[in-house]
């Protein structure tokens, strides 16, 4: 069976930087494949970062694209949206994601078994829109549970009690086993009317056998794999299942000023003025500029910081067709003076509701937003 590749992309985002960052300093044995797929609508902090993400690493992050735009000189989002008709992406069809960067991704990988390496982090609750291909298995080591749920719905499966069971047993022994064996045992009550309800018992039971054990549970996920077809059913051993860190959101920006790549100034608070008041904003996010997941906020300060990208954003809108970057809104109505004064009091008072969390990042604040998105674009 092929080897399997080992890869992880860099959104321009914090956490995936941060990721490149802890498996080149934690596993440096690993052969690991860094790559980038570029929109050609990303901010220049962007690829400052990028930059300085390869001179830490000493290697090359291979940017990708969609092999329909590399045939040509056009810019990759603009290619695509003349094809969809002048379509803006939407939170409901992200086309912008599927043709910018899982479809580059997916085509660079091909058919060979792949662990792509993602920095959903451990204070997060989700796994976000990432490649559902058989040959890619995704690998989150910011969790506790490094596993994807695909896996964890397979391994504790009621049907595969026993055999969970014994792989326990090659692990563990005395007290922890029998303490282990009980909850293995237990067969999670799964209700055919309510994914949900299943959901939440399966999770339940994972959080238990967690508990009990990081590493006794990642060996017995391993071992499950080998007798699957996932990617990681080919390696003799994962380094990997010795994990037991859990990393949240302040170990990230922790990461990224000591090893000196530094954390995206976007991320920064800027100043803004209303009513005689001093707020503070910033973006929460990496990817387009003019991504369609951004607070209203975010869009005042994109006008206010960089005004010709703002420009830009607004050339994209077709009133007429409803063709707009937000729903019932378009982005001349978000500058008129009234309504951006009314955004920015909206978001001061969030703001002071919050002033509790001391933090020099907005979006420490604005915790929110991060559940909304896709991984391949934000992480």
């Keep these: 069976m092929e080897k399997a590749k080992h890869v992880i992309g860099i959104s321009g985002g914090k956490d995936s930087a941060a990721l490149a960052i802890y498996l080149f300093e934690n596993y440096p044995h690993l052969d690991m494949t860094y ?66 960067k899982l ?15 993602v920095g959903i982090r451990g204070d997060e609750d989700r796994e976000g829109y990432i490649s559902t291909k058989k040959n890619i298995q995704s690998i989150f080591p910011f969790r506790k549970n490094i596993w994807a749920e695909d896996v964890i719905n397979k391994v504790l499966y009621n049907g595969n009690i026993s055999m969970i069971s014994d792989l ?82 302040e170990d990230i920006f922790k990461i990224l000023r000591e090893s000196g790549v530094g954390v995206p100034e976007y991320y920064e608070k800027k100043p803004y003025q209303v009513e005689e008041k001093t707020g503070e904003y910033a973006r929460s996010r990496s990817g387009c500029y003019f991504c369609f997941f951004q607070q209203k906020i975010e869009w005042i300060w994109l006008y206010e910081q960089h005004p010709s990208l703002f420009i830009q954003a607004m050339e994209y809108e077709n009133a007429e067709e409803g063709f707009t970057w937000n729903q019932h809104e378009t982005l001349a109505d978000l500058i008129e003076p009234k309504r951006t004064e009314q955004i ?34 934000f992480i």
């Design 168 to 249: 326990y047993a090659s692990h563990l022994n005395g007290r922890q086993l029998d303490k282990v064996i009980d909850i293995v045992h237990t067969p999670f009550d799964v209700d055919p009317k309510d994914k949900n309800i299943t959901k939440r018992n399966r999770r339940n039971k994972l959080e238990q056998l967690l508990d009990l054990g990081v590493i006794p549970f990642n060996k017995v996920v391993f071992d499950f794999l080998k007798t699957t077809e996932y990617p990681l059913a080919t390696e003799e051993d994962f380094p990997m299942l010795e994990n037991d860190d859990l990393l949240i959101r």
């Design 35 to 100: 790559y980038f797929c570029d929109t050609g609508k990303e901010l220049d902090d962007t690829y400052r970062l990028i930059e300085n993400i390869e001179n830490y690493i000493g290697k090359k992050i291979i940017r990708l694209q969609n092999d329909e735009v590399a045939k040509t000189n056009e810019n990759p989002f603009d290619y695509f949206l003349k094809s969809y008709r002048g379509y803006l992406p939407s939170p409901t069809a992200r086309w912008c994601t599927k043709k910018l």
């Design 344 to 377: 920015k009091k909206e978001h001061l008072n969030r703001m002071n509701r919050a002033k509790s969390k001391d933090s020099k990042f907005l979006i420490d604040i604005l915790d929110d937003t991060e559940s909304e998105g896709c991984a391949a674009c």
């Design 103 to 117: 479809d580059p991704f997916e085509n660079f990988v091909g058919d060979a078994p792949t662990i792509s390496y």
